[in-house]
C-alpha cells in the first residue's frame, strides 16, 4: 500500500523551529521529486519547498527562503523540512507530496500534519 505519512507538526511559538518528516511506504522515493505543500484556513494549497530527485536542486516560496530547508534521505525513504524562524503566517497544514513523469507518471499525498505558530 502506498503511503505518505507526515509527521513533526505541533505548536509552536513565534521565532522557534519545527522539523517535518515525511516517511514513504510502498513504493521508493529515489526516482521521485518530492515537495512540500501548505494550506491556511481559507486559502489555497501552496508549494512550500521542493527537492529533486537526485537532490540537485531545491526550490522554496518566497516566504520561506533563507527560514526552511527541504532534504531528503533516499535511503529511510524520507524528506524532511527544517523549517526555522516561524511566524504566525506559517500556520497551516502542511503535506507531502511524491511526483515523477518517468518512467510513469505517479502522484501521491500525505493525509497532512497541522503546524501552528502561536504565543
Known amino acids: 500500500q502506498v503511503q505518505l505519512m507526515e509527521s513533526g507538526g505541533g505548536l509552536v511559538q513565534p521565532g522557534g523551529s519545527l522539523r517535518l518528516s515525511c516517511l514513504a511506504s510502498g513504493f521508493t522515493i529515489t526516482t521521485y521529486r518530492m515537495s512540500w505543500y501548505r494550506q491556511a484556513p481559507g486559502k489555497e494549497r501552496e508549494l512550500v519547498a521542493r527537492?529533486?530527485?537526485?537532490?540537485?536542486?531545491?526550490n522554496y516560496a518566497d516566504s520561506v527562503k533563507g527560514r526552511f530547508t527541504i532534504s531528503r534521505d533516499n535511503a529511510k525513504n524520507t524528506v524532511y523540512l527544517q523549517m526555522n524562524s516561524l511566524n504566525v503566517e506559517d500556520t497551516a497544514v502542511y503535506y507531502c507530496n511524491a511526483d515523477r513523469l518517468f518512467p510513469s507518471k505517479s502522484s501521491y499525498w500525505g493525509q497532512g500534519t497541522q503546524v501552528t505558530v502561536s504565543s
Open positions: 527537492i529533486t530527485s537526485g537532490s540537485s536542486t531545491t
